[in-house]
């Protein structure tokens, strides 16, 4: 059970790919590609069964190059280890990886070898991010992930895709810059008020007799921005759609199901754990952001024509539950914002998969063009509903004790004097019927109204579509019944977090 | 008696390689043509030798030879180990490059080593008139490198060159008069003494103002950087190479040096630079957006780089001082890898133009590759030096003082313009050629091939494993 094998494996199956044996073979790439991925996917498992909630870190592990660390002096290492929350994140990245590898299948027609290199170099990237305990290796992991993605993009996406890549790869490269200054801000203070190098994130302090307030703002701001971008917060999202509409579609599944995790993972990591004054400070602001992020989004998903707009909206609006569910800052509203991160990594990744199907068998995304095709594929119309209704938040699906956690826990937050946090929740329960608009149009639309004559002959999903589907379907049943395998994992370390709060 | 021991024991390596210029120039005027591959080991013989004689200078305690007009210590003696194997890069690359469009090499090589010996003088320079002579000769070891290649444009990039250049050494003369009035010495320790006792005027202030100017001309920053631009796609391609590395170290030096000592009694002169170099930054990546030119694309980069560079540098302390070194050794060897990586397009008859990439990954994937390191390593990216060196100079900048951020942000989002610019370039060569497939470059090991594969390894290695490297920057730095 070695961390670094873990992370570092994919990183290794890349370079195989891109051996001269496999130029053009690319039924041998996939098979190998999902082989691997699979095997890689029950190894991450291993470190589910062999976790123990009790301790601050599993599997601690560091890298070192002949004794030395990665910058002895200044006390940077790359230190890696698994706590509750970081766990089940490496698992989604694992499964989601392996889920990607199957729906390329189709997907992708051209330069295999290079794709599956992609994705792997990809995969060491998003399990490094939430594997290291260092705030700089933290940074490079999440600077890393950004030349695959850009790449996955711009060669494989349709439309405008190398405009929409350069506008992700933009977009998140000005907000790594500003969470590069905010990095180094809590590094220096902290080395003021202890004299201690250390980029450690479970031993930094922002020690405020040493530094006056407005620093920790500045600080918390800078590092906020980051975040933002990946998230995305309201002012900062318009790279989402483009990007997740023009990748392929392994790829917005990736984009929606991980990617968009890393945001709200860091927001919880350094802006409530480490600088939780400067939080309190800025929570009233940030909730009015989530409220419009949740509101303003839903209403765009609502009037969008293209089915996988919708969706890459629909995404944009959860993410802004997730970040009132942060805003509460107790542990109920955490810990609901944390199931519904992995319920929306899973569903959106398979709204995703639908959308491509379709797509690939119709050949256009547009609402008004597709109707009643549910009579001639039963069985996607069958799993897309299983996605819908979870995506709306019904009861005994996977988002729904999510969403419940996050409402119940803003509604009890003791956070500010003014009841701000109340009001924006209750305000915001209106995304459940929102939700519900935009979602249900889209499956009527697509699903269930007349048959028109050109998809008469249309196929219903393959054996390998039927895995993906069957066995996200699955996952979002199972865990909406037990919700309560997650919290017991994530619960201790969620305590840690909002430990400043007062719990 | 005396001048041996002072040569040998401070100037060894520049007498090797004025030896070797000596022996080059006679040589040409008896084999002009036949030998000039002979030129080329002559020139790399001198060069090694003069590099292994830096082993044999004296370290401890610091030899200033010549009446004090010369120094030579750690920081010296690293420097210009740094230069030597600059140019000794520069004249593999030069090889083909050269010998294509012009016979007479040995000319070539020998205002290439007299460039070097210059450059390597000023970095030892104890004494104004010493750095004056030696910025001279540089300059016009440069002129004349300038406009070697044939063709109008180079002759219009040195003259360009001379014109601005005359400008901005007559205002470092005047800079360096006034300096003289006030202390009545050039010497670096003397004049360093002076302030020490009297209390700094206006015209302090003024002289070193003006000084500046003729350095900062060389590292060009932004008043006095309309040159670059041209002279880079004017000048033949190891030209090119070598006017964006060695005189940079070179004056990065020297400046880093007349900070500690000399420039250190105002606090106007480093909020101007300050000022200067975020103005730089926004100029140069705004302007490579727009370049369709690869050449002139790399010199508004070492236009940007070299700004990050002077913004470290002028808020004086060792932990920067080490930044700046870490980051010139990084982006040595990263700009260097993209030269190369021209120069062997031109070797194979391209030109320099931005769509001659289309299409290389899919018929050169190893050059794809390595080039792609070497741009990623530029604009930034993990697992590349750059990265690295990009951490170390946010985290020098905001050590400094929270006053430094607002300028800092400005210079983080022109490094967003940079990855732009830079993914660009890779991202062409993603992008299938819509004619015809490209002809595969030459596989052999030719020198150009070798350098780009040995640079893009560098840039790796130490993206992955920088402790080494840091350590020994904070040793020279803390020697300085």
Redesign the interface.
């Known amino acids: 059970m070695d961390l670094k094998v873990l992370v570092f494996a994919p990183l290794i199956f890349s370079l195989i790919f891109l051996l001269p044996i496999f130029s053009g073979r690319s039924i041998l790439i996939r098979r190998i590609a999902k082989t691997l991925a699979g095997i890689h996917f029950l190894y991450s498992l291993m470190f589910l069964v062999f976790f123990d909630n009790s301790q601050t870190y599993n599997y601690p592990t560091e890298l070192t190059?002949m004794g030395?660390?990665?910058?002895?002096?200044?006390g940077i290492s790359l230190s890696m280890g698994l706590d509750g929350i970081s766990l089940l994140f490496v698992l989604l990245t694992s499964f989601l990886i392996f889920i990607a590898c199957l729906a390329s299948k189709g997907a992708v027609n051209s330069k295999h070898s290079l794709y599956y290199a992609l994705i792997f170099i990809l995969e060491t990237a998003l399990l490094g991010v939430f594997s290291s305990t260092d705030m700089?290796e933290f940074?490079?992991?999440w600077?890393?992930e950004?030349?695959p993605m850009?790449?996955l993009i711009?060669?494989w996406g349709s439309g405008n895709a190398?405009k929409s890549a350069?506008k992700f790869?933009?977009y998140t490269?000005?907000g790594s810059?500003?969470m590069?200054?905010g990095f180094?801000?809590l590094?220096?203070f902290n080395f003021i008020s202890t004299s201690q190098l250390t980029a450690d994130i479970s031993s930094l302090k922002f020690d405020y007799d040493n530094a006056p307030m407005y620093?920790q703002i500045?600080t918390s701001i800078l590092i906020l921005i980051g975040f933002a971008v990946k998230l995305p917060i309201v002012p900062l999202h318009s790279w989402l759609p483009s990007a997740h509409v023009d990748a392929p579609t392994p790829v917005s599944m990736l984009l929606a199901g991980v990617l968009l995790k890393m945001g709200a993972y860091g927001i919880m990591r350094f802006n409530i754990q480490m600088l939780s004054d400067a939080f309190l400070i800025l929570v009233p602001y940030i909730a009015i952001l989530a409220f419009i992020n949740v509101v303003y989004a839903a209403i765009l998903a609502y009037y969008q024509v293209d089915i996988k707009k919708i969706v890459a909206y629909s995404s944009i609006s959860s993410m802004g539950l997730v970040l009132l569910g942060l805003c509460s800052s107790n542990s109920i509203g955490i810990c609901g914002a944390v199931i519904l991160m992995l319920a929306h990594g899973i569903i959106s990744a398979g709204l995703f998969f639908v959308v491509g199907i379709i797509h690939k068998r119709t050949g256009t995304r547009q609402l008004v063009l597709l109707s009643g095709i549910a009579s001639v594929m039963p069985r996607l119309a069958g799993f897309t509903l299983i996605l819908v209704l979870a995506s709306i938040g019904v009861p005994l699906l996977m988002s729904f004790p999510g969403e419940f956690l996050i409402f119940f826990g803003a509604l009890i937050s003791s956070l500010t004097n003014n009841y701000l946090i109340q009001v924006v929740a209750l305000s915001s329960i209106i995304i459940l019927v929102l939700a519900a608009c935009y979602l249900m149009k889209l499956m009527h639309g697509v699903f269930y109204q007349e048959l028109s004559e050109q998809y008469l002959k249309l196929k219903d999903v393959t054996v390998n579509e039927f895995i993906v589907l069957f066995t996200l379907s699955l996952i979002v049943i199972v865990f909406g019944i037990l919700p309560m395998s997650i919290i017991d994992i994530i619960s201790p370390y969620i305590n840690v977090i909002v430990e400043a709060f007062g719990g | 008696m005396n001048f041996i021991s002072d040569v040998s024991n401070s100037m060894l390596s520049e007498f090797i390689l004025f030896i070797t210029i000596f022996i080059l120039s006679v040589i040409s005027m008896f084999y002009n043509l036949k030998f000039h591959k002979l030129s080329k080991w002559i020139a790399l013989i001198g060069v090694s030798f003069s590099l292994f004689s830096l082993k044999f200078l004296q370290l401890e305690p610091i030899f200033y030879a010549f009446k004090e007009s010369v120094i030579s210590d750690t920081f010296t003696v690293f420097i210009k180990a740094v230069i030597l194997i600059t140019a000794f890069i520069i004249i593999l690359l030069s090889k083909k490059n050269v010998t294509k469009r012009n016979h007479k090499t040995f000319q070539f090589y020998t205002l290439l080593l007299s460039a070097v010996l210059s450059s390597l003088f000023v970095v030892s320079a104890n004494d104004f008139l010493t750095l004056t002579v030696s910025l001279e000769m540089l300059s016009f070891c440069t002129y004349f490198l300038i406009a070697y290649k044939k063709g109008y444009l180079s002759k219009e990039a040195s003259f360009k060159y001379i014109v601005t250049n005359s400008f901005a050494t007559a205002t470092y003369l005047f800079g360096v008069s006034y300096l003289y009035g006030i202390t009545s010495s050039l010497n670096f320790g003397t004049i360093n003494d002076y302030f020490l006792q009297h209390e700094p005027t206006v015209f302090y202030t003024i002289s070193i103002l003006l000084i500046s100017v003729g350095l900062l001309f060389k590292l060009a920053i932004l008043p006095f950087s309309n040159w670059i631009l041209d002279v880079y796609e004017g000048s033949a391609t190891s030209v090119s190479a070598f006017i964006s590395t060695i005189p940079k170290i070179a004056v990065l030096a020297i400046f880093a040096r007349l900070l500690v000592f000399i420039f250190g009694y105002s606090f106007v002169l480093p909020l101007i630079l300050i000022f200067l170099s975020v103005i730089t930054a926004v100029w140069a990546n705004a302007l490579a957006i727009r370049q369709r030119n690869i050449l002139r694309l790399l010199a508004c980069s070492s236009s940007a780089n070299v700004s990050y560079m002077l913004f470290a540098l002028s808020l004086v302390s060792v932990y920067n001082l080490s930044t700046v070194l870490f980051y010139l050794l990084t982006y040595i060897f990263m700009n260097l890898g993209a030269f190369s990586a021209v120069i062997i397009l031109e070797n194979s008859n391209y030109s320099s133009k931005l769509y001659e990439f289309k299409g290389f990954a899919y018929s050169n994937p190893l050059f794809t590759l390595a080039f792609a390191v070497c741009m990623?390593g530029l604009a930034g990216?993990?697992?590349t030096s750059g990265?690295i060196a990009?951490?170390y100079f946010?985290?020098a900048i905001?050590?400094s003082g929270?006053i430094f951020?607002p300028p800092?942000?400005i210079m983080?989002?022109t490094?967003?313009i940079a990855?732009?610019y830079y993914?660009?370039v890779v991202?062409l060569m993603?992008e299938r050629n819509g004619i015809s497939e490209n002809e595969i470059l030459p596989h052999r090991a030719s020198s150009p091939t070798v350098i780009l594969y040995a640079c893009a390894a560098i840039t790796v290695l130490v993206g992955?494993?920088?402790?080494?490297l840091?350590?020994v920057c904070?040793f020279i730095a803390y020697n300085l």
């Open positions: 190059f030395q660390k990665w910058f002895g002096s200044l700089f940074f490079m992991y600077e890393m950004l030349i850009y790449f711009s060669l190398k350069m790869l933009l490269f000005i810059l500003f590069l200054c180094l801000m590094y220096n620093l500045v | 990623f990216f993990p697992i990265f990009k951490l946010f985290s905001i050590r929270a951020i800092l942000i983080a989002l490094m967003a990855c732009y993914t660009k991202k993603f992955i494993v920088p402790v080494g840091i350590e904070k």
